[in-house]
């Protein structure tokens, strides 16, 4: 285009100028991180190790809990060395890369919490079918699909969102490359990727949550006419699972939704950060170490680690 200079890099504006509060920014980005790395790594580490956790319910778990791991380790850590240095350039290859795997990611995770709906579901309303349903084979099946779906889904936006031409500012209101934030720069007409995304959201979005829905409801259902012990104890892991899904359904969606004219920057990060932080960080907490099971299955692991380093 004439008078104007092709965009090469990009510049991440998500960190505060001021040192003292770099210094917060990175401090709170760091423990969030850690905090999420140990939380995960212990459920991993538990419903691998653990007999009795060798279950469909689990082993989706411990697939979401080494995902959570992924999802944050792709934006938090450049985040925090960004942070202490003051060098907050990134290439578009960089960009580009953040972004598939952000998306990715973060379409992975919505399927995986869908299935643990699904799961709950089975495990509540068809007991005596659940082991016939919810079979090893079904469950590596739902995996691969979801991986699959994830790499396609994230390959479209970003290839669709880097056709683009990025010919103005080059700087990015936000502590990660994300689609919304690239559209609001590029010089071309980006009426087609606000549909994709429109569709996309409805589509996938609007899937998985109605499918989760629906499975509540049925769970609520059976639960309140036949509260058996066995059902009112798998029912109480649909809470915290509906908490999760909520944050990181409506902060997801706010983002990408919202008018790029009324866009506040402070809401786009605190947003941003809901749903790539907050729901990895979240999921041990909430999800598993509140579980009875969960917690004997740590215990034991901790007491074999313990007495292994006295030997």
């Not at 866009?263 to 790539?276: E, G, K, N, P, R």
Request: proline fraction near 5%; aromatic fraction near 12%.
């Amino acid at each position: 285009m004439p008078n104007s200079t092709m965009v090469t890099e990009f510049l991440l504006l998500g960190c505060p100028d001021d040192w003292n509060m770099s210094f917060l920014y990175f401090t709170f980005f760091t423990v969030t991180y850690l905090g999420t790395l140990l939380g995960n790594l212990l459920i991993v580490t538990v419903t691998t190790t653990d007999q009795n956790l060798h279950t469909p319910m689990y082993f989706f778990l411990r697939n979401l809990s080494i995902l959570d791991m992924c999802f944050i380790s792709i934006t938090v850590p450049n985040v925090c060395v960004n942070s202490l240095t003051g060098n907050r350039i990134i290439s578009v290859a960089g960009c580009a890369t953040q972004i598939f795997l952000v998306i990715f990611c973060a379409c992975v995770e919505l399927l995986f919490l869908s299935i643990m709906a699904w799961d709950r579901y089975v495990a509540i309303c068809q007991p005596l079918q659940y082991p016939i349903i919810m079979n090893p084979q079904f469950c590596v099946h739902m995996t691969l699909a979801s991986l699959l779906s994830g790499l396609v889904y994230a390959g479209v936006h970003t290839g669709n969102t880097f056709q683009l031409s990025f010919c103005q500012s080059n700087v990015v209101h936000q502590f990660f490359c994300d689609v919304p934030s690239l559209l609001r720069l590029s010089c071309s007409d980006t009426t087609s990727n606000m549909i994709l995304i429109l569709v996309s959201i409805i589509v996938l979005g609007g899937g998985c949550f109605g499918l989760i829905i629906m499975s509540y409801i049925h769970i609520f259902s059976t639960v309140l006419k036949s509260p058996t012990r066995a059902s009112v104890k798998a029912f109480s892991t649909c809470t915290p699972h509906i908490l999760v899904v909520s944050i990181f359904l409506s902060s997801s969606t706010g983002v990408y939704l919202r008018p790029s004219a009324t866009s506040d920057i402070l809401q786009d990060l605190i947003l941003s950060a809901c749903y790539t932080m907050v729901p990895p960080f979240l999921n041990p907490l909430i999800y598993s170490l509140r579980n009875k099971q969960v917690r004997e299955a740590v215990r034991r692991v901790m007491g074999i680690m313990f007495f292994s380093g006295k030997r």
